[in-house]
């Protein structure tokens, strides 16, 4: 079992930055592909990046443009976290954001944080 658990959401007004941390617990993130996903109300989650075991790759399948540029995925084995940077941040990036991590047949979620961007 992996236990994912994000933090540094909160209010931030538009062009602001926030830096998103998941800290992993129960076992080593190290063997899995993980990812940072977003849902805003009243729509499907989307995933924003994703980025691989070793953190060599890093890539942004199916994401809104306006997010490549100003988001940065990030991991550290070491200490068992991920992180997202983002930067200029836009009333239309107000959503709850999650982590994931993800290995064959095996996916874990954390509960997600909330951001909110003001106009």
């Known amino acids: 079992q992996v236990q994912l658990v994000e933090s540094g959401g909160g209010l931030v007004q538009a062009g602001g930055s926030l830096r998103l941390s998941c800290a992993a617990s129960?076992?080593?993130?190290?063997?899995?592909?993980m990812g940072w996903f977003r849902q805003a109300p009243g729509k499907e989650r989307e995933l924003l990046a994703a980025i691989s075991r070793g953190g060599g790759s890093t890539y942004f399948p199916n994401s809104p443009d306006s997010v490549k540029g100003r988001f940065t995925i990030s991991r550290d084995n070491a200490k068992n976290t991920m992180y997202l940077q983002m930067n200029s941040l836009k009333p239309e990036d107000t959503a709850v954001y999650y982590c994931?991590?993800?290995?064959?047949?095996?996916?874990?979620w954390g509960q997600g944080t909330q951001v909110t961007v003001s106009s």
């Open positions: 129960g076992r080593t993130i190290s063997n899995y592909a």
């Open positions: 994931n991590a993800d290995r064959i047949l095996t996916s874990y």
